[in-house]
């Protein structure tokens, strides 16, 4: 099979062809490396490359699958990490300075289950510094770069799981998503981003930016490509507390079955002030839903511009917490806007982030009366497409030229407020060339509705032109 | 609006934090940090009588089980 070939093919098209081993995972990885090494200079997906492991891992996956003990649909597949997820002994550098030499002794539940599969880490991917803010502008390890226009930002934090992901560095990667890290990079880079409920997916072993904000989830091409990653990486673990005991169920299941009969809610308070392009993509979106059975129609979740609030305060207090010691002792190794929110965090009280805490219940409580009719919500991804570089930033010389609370945050950040299941997943591409994506948010732990939409969706578009790199 | 200076910033960075933060970025943090304790008196208004933060005890238990463990 030509290397093309191979890039073309999703992470359910590459399990199929490595358990009837009409490829091997050798080949499927050396395409990769060699894809990286093509391209990646001009994205910079990656911080650090894992070469040499990944061939060693490949070749024992090879062997394994040789001797028919294939392990799952990972099994020999290739994968990129976010650099704030553990792996053992290899580089983690949380996109920081201040981390540029931890390698850790363990790896993180997400990884080690994938691992356990028997998939193959091609390396560590770009992400906003520690996770705080969405340019993926790194100013210690690279700036990464949109693949669909190179003067883009990918979004962030996950901006190089995303990135990866569009210009065939990997085939299916891993983020965070606390304030929407994995759904903005996502929805800039037109790929699909599933943020699964809070406690679905362990974060043990992960770099935390606010503990009760942060969830892990996967960045792919398609909805069954996310779907089969949550398989394996969904699930209890002893070694997060706070990870739900929630039954996994099979998140194909119900892929297939359509969406005559369900019933749609499209948040009021997330339709004002698109552009023109993403208005226009977002109501095709939902017609091509009408078109294929669903009923669609307007609910109101009141308190939704609350939530992004409520994320910020306790994002701010709880991302200090952890920084606090490296503030005070290397205040100089951090960027200089990741340093500016972490201070944000000093002057916040004690009451202020207890009320905030206290007040997600009413968030979520108005967002599940806004379902009590309605199988799913939806909503775009963000108001714009991808800003160029430079434009978003939260702090530097002068002002920045798009404000990107109101543009992209407040589109993603109420459901990192309420917990509930979230997938970006693009809609097309704009006059400018660039990828546009709406949201399609569930209750609580009903990720298979999520995806059931997304999929029926998926299919309907169809697929998406590639980038030129 | 939370009556919150640079000056206010700079003392609290300095005393409570015992760092040293430069005058532009304590008036920025002075207008981002008043703005968010401002919304959040407007949370006060909510109906959140009974309603604690949603911090639960199995949560406790398990974390302290997990200090234990690390000892043994």
Redesign the interface.
Known sequence: MASNEILDLDVAALAEHLRAKKISPVEVTQVYLDRIARVDEKIHSYITVTSGDALAAAKKAEGEITAGNWRGTFHGVPVGLKDLLYTKGVLTTAGSKILADFRPDFDATAWARLKAQGAVMLGKLNLHEFAYGITSSNPHWGVCRNPYGLDRIPGGSSGGSAAAIVARTAPATIGTDTGGSIRIPASLCGCVGLKPTWSRVSRYGVVPLAYTMDHVGPITRTVRDAALMLNVIAGHDP?D??SSREAVPDYTATLNAGVRGMRIGVIRELTDGLSDDVAKSFKAAMKQLTDLGASVDEVSIP?LA?AN??N??AT?TEALDYH?EW??TR?DDYGTDV??LL??G????G??Y?????????VLADALAAMEKHDVLAAPGSAISAPKIGEGRL?GDGEPRVDVVDKILRFTAPFDCTGQPALAIPTGLGGDGLPLSMQIIGRPFDEPSVLRVSSAYEEARGALPPPSI | MAQ?TGE??KK??RE??????TDH?AH???N??GA??T??RH??A???SG?????SY??LN??A??LNARKA
């Open positions: 070694n507390s706070t308190t609350t609030v409520i910020s305060i701010f606090e503030m005070r205040p340093r500016r201070e944000s000093m002057a916040i009280t009451v202020a207890v009320r905030a805490q206290r007040a997600r219940a009413k702090v | 919150l206010t910033v609290i960075a409570v934090f015992d760092y040293k933060i970025d920025s943090v002075a981002t940090d968010m304790l919304l959040v949370l006060g909510l109906p959140l309603i604690g933060p949603a911090f199995a949560n398990a974390e089980a997990h």
